[in-house]
């Protein structure tokens, strides 16, 4: 049983969240995120059905290999068929040989589902539910029962609902779990059969949660349940899954560890929420929505003049925790409406005397404004405008010196897909420069041309890699002559940046994005190194 006030999370995004469209796990992917929750604190890690499949089998003989420290796998898998014995059930057996401390099982509560969807009588799907779970016992495992759909099934039939859950409890289930699977349940239904569901079986065994997103509550009956008397919550890290998702976990954990004084995850490790979402992201191959609450980018963002100026005389102002808590950071967005505050935080960076008053921000301010609406958003391109003000208060020296560039491209593509060239002619080092690159369209080519070039006197820029590449037309009412915004992102393996161009000529525009991202991970460096020295 969990302690009072200690909530045990389950995390299913290695089963669960892989039933997201577009996402597949390698094995390898899925010890990396293992890892990655591991090293979080989650308590469990569902990690698949070693029976569905040749890659789950594989994931768990691996799996077997690993030094947890908070976590413990769990393996998923459903109550035997009817009409056979558990010890005749390929499945269960599969299970089995998972050899995991913990098994999931799910089966049928919704009367409805056992009738007309497995086809068996109600007191057999009692049955299979309580031999399955008594069987795993008897091997050795600790059970814990997902009742499927067991909010719409106790709407339905409340009194066959809570008897599948008996029929788990007698046959010695660790926990009930509490699935609202299609995600339809309204917050006052949910509270309803929690508490329903807590009288009957609170102190006896673990009751479990687990929600869908359909209408929009995952989050809301998670958290609901957990103050109608639930102690176990299961849920997708990032919230990602089938239709529109499962719960996410990440805000639950934090609303209720930081909120309502549970304790989901050790305390010390609260700080690593952030960046172990973005691990898990990245190794999902997604980019973490920016609007996440308390982990995603722009969750401690602040673009409105007012509010930066509050937030910096008093963060608790406009922030409801302190974004270092969860492993976040405070961002000011730069814009039209940002004010004097953001320009003054971010060119403190490099001069510290400088104040609201100093003529030098005055200036800063007014070039942000004219960009802006030339078409620049330096919200999302903070290395752009760190060159911006680099060169605005005397701190910047360029690395190259453009004299020209020319690109062309080629119709129909050639047979490797190298369809266009692009040459450029540059002062390095007072040495001039002239060379040629082939690529996947102009820009690739340019970016190759201009690697080329500078190679030979920055190795760094070897270890550039774009990342993301979008282009946004700005009015299309000149139709092809408008104005575009293109927006790059960069990585060096260690860190990521992101800098932009505007022009009515798309090929500039990148042009100028691409040199903002090789020379901000150029001043990166010889910082560094200069750091070094002193």
């Keep these: 049983m969990a302690e009072k ?29 293992v890892k990655a929750l591991d090293e979080l604190g989650v308590s469990f890690i569902e990690a698949g059905n070693p029976g ?28 035997r068929r009817k009409d056979i014995s558990c010890a005749e059930d390929v499945n269960l057996q599969s299970l089995l040989s998972a050899e995991t401390e913990y098994v999931c099982i799910f089966g049928k509560t919704w009367d409805f ?4 969807i497995i086809h068996a009588s109600l007191e057999e799907n009692l049955e299979m539910i309580r031999d399955t779970v008594s069987y795993l016992k008897e091997k050795g495992r600790k059970v814990i029962f997902d009742a499927e759909h067991f909010f719409t099934g106790y709407k339905e039939n409340s009194e066959y609902a809570l008897k599948a859950l008996n029929s788990a409890f007698l046959g010695g289930a660790d926990c009930l779990c509490l699935c609202e699977t299609k995600g339809g349940a309204m917050p006052s239904e949910c509270r309803l059969a929690v508490e329903a569901v807590c009288k009957e079986f609170k102190g006896k065994v673990d009751i479990g949660i687990h929600t869908h997103n359909d209408c929009g509550l ?24 089938e239709r529109t998702g499962n719960a996410n976990l990440s805000t639950i954990i934090a609303d209720l560890q930081l909120k309502l004084g549970y304790e989901c995850i050790p305390e010390e490790n609260m700080p690593l929420l952030t960046p172990v979402c973005k691990k898990v992201a990245e190794i999902t191959n997604i980019a973490l929505n920016p609007s996440m609450p308390f982990v995603g980018s722009s969750a401690f963002a602040h673009k409105a003049g007012m509010h930066i100026d509050a937030v910096i005389k008093n963060p608790l102002a406009y922030e409801h925790i302190d974004p270092k808590i969860v492993g976040n950071e405070r961002v000011f967005l730069m814009s039209e409406v940002a004010g004097k505050s953001t320009i003054v935080e971010k060119v403190q960076k490099f001069d510290k005397s400088l104040n609201k008053n100093s003529p030098i921000v005055a200036e800063i301010v007014k070039k942000v ?7 620049y958003q330096f919200e999302g391109a903070d290395a752009s ?22 690109t062309s491209g080629e119709f129909p593509r050639f047979a490797d897909d190298r369809s266009a060239f692009a040459q450029v002619k540059l002062d390095v080092e007072g040495n001039s420069i002239v060379t040629a690159g082939e690529g996947d369209g102009p820009v690739n080519a340019m970016d190759v041309a201009l690697r080329k070039a500078l190679g030979e006197f920055y190795p760094a820029v070897a270890k550039i890699h774009l990342t993301d590449y979008k282009v946004r037309v700005l009015d299309g009412k000149d139709a092809t002559a408008s104005s575009v915004r293109v927006l790059i992102e960069s990585s060096d393996g ?13 090929i500039e525009a990148s042009y100028l994005a691409l040199v903002d991202s090789f020379e901000y991970k150029l001043i990166k460096d010889l910082e560094k190194r200069y750091s070094k020295i002193i």
């Design 385 to 406: 405008f760190e060159i911006l003000v680099r060169k605005t208060i005397g701190k910047y020296e360029p690395f190259f010196n453009l004299h020209y560039y020319k």
């Design 113 to 116: 589902q056992v009738t007309n």
């Design 494 to 506: 260690e860190n990521s940046w992101s800098t932009m161009g505007v022009s009515s000529d798309v």
């Design 5 to 33: 006030n200690k909530i045990v999370v389950f995390d299913s995004t290695l089963r669960d969240g892989s039933q997201g469209e577009g996402i597949s796990y390698s094995v390898q992917d899925k010890i990396n995120i």
């Design 52 to 79: 569905s499949n040749p890659k789950d089998m594989e994931f768990f003989v691996e799996a077997k290999k690993l030094a947890l420290k908070n976590s413990k796998i769990v393996a998923f898998g459903s109550t």
């Design 218 to 241: 995952a989050i809301a009956n998670s958290i609901i349940a957990v103050e109608s008397g639930a102690n176990h919550v299961q849920g997708v890290l990032l919230g990602f899954g």
């Design 369 to 375: 404004k004219i960009l802006e609406h030339e078409g």
